[in-house]
T-cell receptor
Framework: DTAVSQTPKYLVTQMGNDKSIKCEQN?????MYWYKQDSKKFLKIMFS???????INETVPNRFSPKSPDKAHLNLHINSLELGDSAVYFC????????????????FGPGTRLTVL | QKEVEQDPGPLSVPEGAIVSLNCTYS??????FMWYRQYSRKGPELLMY????GNKEDGRFTAQVDKSSKYISLFIRDSQPSDSATYLC??????????FGSGTRLLVRP
């Protein structure tokens, strides 16, 4: 069974379009995250939700809007896509939002490879 | 300057070699240190976790933290072709945000 799943796996789109990436976790976790990994493999946090409440909101263009309809889902909507948005986007989840081993260990999804043409 | 620096590699070693992967960091508030392994086209998975300074061993893997030097290492003994992946160091401080290094690509040749 897939613990953290993302759809779609690949997304190719034109500049200026609006797209969404969906994430679901079946681990019963309270906290979910979105990360962006650029072409140099640098992985950086974008957002984090705990019990559907936004707790981390990094300096990300407001074209990116996360939405958490329930604890098991965290979607990412991107408006007016730009070339620089091309990256792999990873969803992750953890039970807590701190740094405790086990409780707060983050489990990552397989990633969504976004290519903006 | 990035908060966490990691040599991107690639690092190519023969099967059976001892591998040493390293990261340096600048934020003295980091207290929890992790190593993630990422296979090609997959998400990162937690490999090792240490709190504060010291060593931790798990099978063929040893994680080492030297807070005085702001330097962490991951050693892999008897490396196998299946260890070929990108290894990302990560750390957490008071903000509880996971800060990653850029990853070192490791290739273990049969």
């Amino acid at each position: 069974d897939t613990a953290v799943s993302q759809t779609p796996k690949y997304l190719v789109t034109q500049m200026g379009n609006d797209k969404s990436i969906k994430c679901e976790q079946n681990l019963g976790h309270d906290t979910m995250y979105w990360y962006k990994q650029d072409s140099k493999k640098f992985l950086k946090i974008m957002f984090s939700y705990n019990n559907k409440e936004l707790i981390i909101n990094e300096t990300v263009p407001n074209r990116f809007s996360p939405k958490s309809p329930d604890k098991a889902h965290l979607n990412l909507h991107i408006n007016s896509l730009e070339l620089g948005d091309s990256a792999v986007y990873f969803c992750a989840s953890s039970q807590g939002a701190g740094a405790r081993i086990g409780t707060d260990t983050q489990y990552f999804g397989p990633g969504t490879r976004l290519t903006v043409l | 300057q990035k908060e966490v620096e990691q040599d991107p590699g690639p690092l190519s070693v023969p099967e059976g070699a001892i591998v040493s992967l390293n990261c340096t960091y600048s934020n003295s508030a980091f207290q929890y240190f992790m190593w993630y392994r990422q296979y090609s086209r997959k998400g990162p998975e937690l490999l090792m976790y240490t709190y504060s300074s010291g060593n931790k061993e798990d099978g063929r893997f040893t994680a080492q933290v030297d807070k005085s030097s702001k330097y962490i290492s991951l050693f892999i003994r008897d490396s196998q072709p299946s260890d070929s992946a990108t290894y990302l160091c990560a750390m957490i401080g008071s903000s509880y945000k996971l800060i990653f290094g850029s990853g070192t690509r490791l290739l273990v040749r049969p």
